[in-house]
């Protein structure tokens, strides 16, 4: 992976929101205040925190791009507010530019895990006649087949209500195998995205 990925994992992400180029994305342990459900969210700040200031800007940029394409306004944060040497934004700078913009959200994500484990893949299952079939479950009962390394990056994302501060919606998302950090970024917005449009958060087109 790329400095911009190593950068995200070893600092803190906020967003007020490698094997294959086959990357899938899920999410998992998603929660959301019932109170909340519903209220359509029209216009949300987007914070990357990170060592890396190219990283930062390109995840709230596609971030703000897609989140536009439901038809709501998004704000990244790099534009909106000057970074501190350190890279630490301060809670009254965020909430001065929240109102500036007329913020009605803000998402918090962050990556929680960078890990990379083995995996199975076992013998193609297609065959014809008896054979062919007693041949490959054969194959896989005998092991045949080989392991592989699969990188998997992990992040949580969460949704709060900026003037209450409560946590509207939470998510864990994990990415398996991304051929690049833009992927990660487009993969789980588009993931998180999915999943406020089914809790009525975001308007669906």
């Known amino acids: 992976m790329n400095r911009g990925l190593v950068g995200l994992f070893i600092g803190t992400v906020i967003v007020v929101f490698l094997a294959t180029a086959c990357a899938t994305t899920e999410l998992k342990q998603t929660s959301i205040d ?6 359509i969210l029209a ?13 930062r800007r390109s995840f709230e940029n596609k971030f703000v791009a897609l989140l536009k394409a439901t038809g709501i306004e998004a704000v990244a944060s790099a534009g909106a507010i000057h970074t501190p040497a350190d890279r630490k934004l ?21 990556v929680i895990g960078l890990e990379k484990t083995e995996v199975f893949n076992p013998a193609p299952r297609s065959y014809t006649g008896f054979y062919g079939y007693y041949d490959n479950v054969y194959g896989h009962v005998h092991g045949r087949g080989y392991y592989s390394t699969a990188t998997i990056v992990r992040l949580e994302t969460n949704v709060y209500d900026p003037k209450s501060e409560k946590l509207i919606w939470s998510g864990q998302s994990k990415t398996w195998n991304p051929a690049t ?17 089914k809790n009525k958060l975001l308007p669906t087109q």
């Open 90 to 110: 301060e809670k009254k700078a965020i909430l001065n530019a929240v109102e500036k913009y007329g913020n009605d959200a803000v998402i918090v994500t962050h």
């Open 34 to 39: 019932e109170a909340y459900r519903g209220k």
């Open 181 to 197: 950090d833009k992927q990660i970024y487009v993969e789980v917005v588009k993931e998180v995205i999915r999943e406020l449009q």
């Open 43 to 55: 216009n949300i700040f987007v914070i990357v925190v990170t060592d890396d200031l190219e990283a």
